[in-house]
């Protein structure tokens, strides 16, 4: 088959992004040909990517599909990786007799955050698609509660293979100044939603003794918005700095750490320095971070919201969000009950292969179901 993938992509700094990399090469590994039309244009771009959406929006995907004739067309969709151009994507695409799939990462998180015209965004897209995937159960009721009668497929998020290491632990902890201090690892974009704060809250409780051998180290950066959704980046800097403050009122200035971006050859190694990965998420849709943590092998401490208490159920260190003192238990009971160094154990993932085969069935169920005959038109 050949599939069209309309997404973020590499070299983009992009959650979503880096998962359509890596899925759609899984694919090409299994005999599929693969092209993308990327959220924006850049110079950058891999030999795969044919097209951005940038100013040419449906005119490009039609000159796309038209150059490449696709199978299927496969949607990577969340609000925040197409910003102002959301209802163009969410727009059926300009592809007759070819079948459209969208992946979507975030459904409750933006219909949460964007209420009425988030909900309508996401009806107007499911319209047009002949198949919707999620990653979790919930977020496939949040498409039962939003009356969508698309078939929605639950195919989890796999945990991606990192990029090759070029740095280490003993380079980060010296780079950082973390000495042999235990590391709680926040990582990732930093976002109002992640619960830093109630983090720091919790560390502000742990006993003397037991705060001073931890640091929390956030490592990530605030995640760069485009056109009017730069309201939402300038709130995330709100919310960093109130964090900054918090840490400093309560004398955590020196057991608080910020990385700013962290390059892909540093990825492995914040994993290894790592006691415990900390998800003190109040939304969640799902993590990679989470499945990052689970195949390295390091503890994670995470609230139960969203796909999270799915992926942690049963777990010891899972707590209500927004609880703080709990926050806190479960952190002192980590750090008293595991090594002082992050496992090299693997626990069950999603592994890519089943991600990309299954992934795979849904394009050729999609393509057998549908002739030019009995495809449905977009209301």
């Known amino acids: 088959m050949r599939i069209l993938y309309l997404s973020p992509y590499p070299p983009a700094r992009d959650g979503i992004g880096t998962y359509t990399h890596v899925l759609a090469h899984a694919v090409r590994a299994r005999g599929h040909e693969i092209a993308v039309i990327a959220a924006r244009p850049d110079p950058g771009a891999p030999e795969e ?64 955050l964007l209420r009425g015209p988030g909900r309508a965004l996401y009806r107007r897209l499911a319209s047009g698609c002949d198949r919707l ?13 939003l009356g969508l009668d698309a078939e929605a497929t639950v195919i989890p998020h796999f945990s991606s293979p990192p990029p090759p290491a070029t740095g280490t632990a003993a380079g980060l902890r010296t780079r950082f100044g973390l000495g042999d201090d235990r590391v709680l690892l926040a990582f990732g974009h930093i976002h109002v939603s992640k619960g830093l704060d109630d983090l720091v809250r919790a560390v502000a409780t742990l006993p003397p003794a037991t705060l001073a051998g931890v640091r929390v180290v956030v490592a990530g950066a605030v995640r760069r918005r485009h056109g009017p959704f730069r309201v939402f980046e300038a709130r995330d800097y709100l919310h960093e700095a109130a964090v900054r403050r918090l840490a400093r009122r309560h004398g955590l200035r020196d ?17 290894d320095a790592a006691a415990a990965v900390v998800l003190p998420y109040r939304d ?59 496992g090299t154990t693997r626990t069950p993932v999603t592994d890519l292969d089943t991600v990309a085969a299954r992934t795979i069935a849904v ?4 393509r057998g179901r549908l002739t030019p005959g009995n495809r449905p038109d977009a209301p």
């Open 49 to 112: 990517v044919v097209g951005a959406l940038g100013g040419g929006g449906e005119a490009t995907l039609r000159a796309a599909v038209a150059r490449f004739r696709p199978d299927v067309v496969h949607v990577q969709f969340a609000v925040p990786a197409f910003g102002a151009r959301s209802l163009e994507v969410a727009r059926r695409p300009a592809t007759p007799g070819v079948p459209v799939v969208a992946t979507l990462h975030e459904v409750s998180r933006d219909t949460a």
């Open 133 to 145: 995937i999620v990653h979790t159960r919930a977020a496939r009721d949040t498409l039962a509660a």
């Open 255 to 271: 057991r608080l750490v910020f990385t700013g971006y962290v390059p892909d050859g540093d990825i492995a190694a914040w994993f």
């Open 284 to 342: 969640a849709e799902q993590s990679g971070v989470a499945n990052l943590a689970r195949a390295f092998g390091v503890p994670v401490i995470a609230t139960t919201v969203g796909g999270l208490a799915e992926l942690f159920e049963g777990s010891p260190w899972a707590i209500p969000p927004g609880a703080p003192d709990r926050l806190a238990t479960a952190i002192s009971d980590l750090l008293t009950t595991t090594p002082r160094t992050g």
């Open 363 to 366: 394009y050729e169920a999609v």
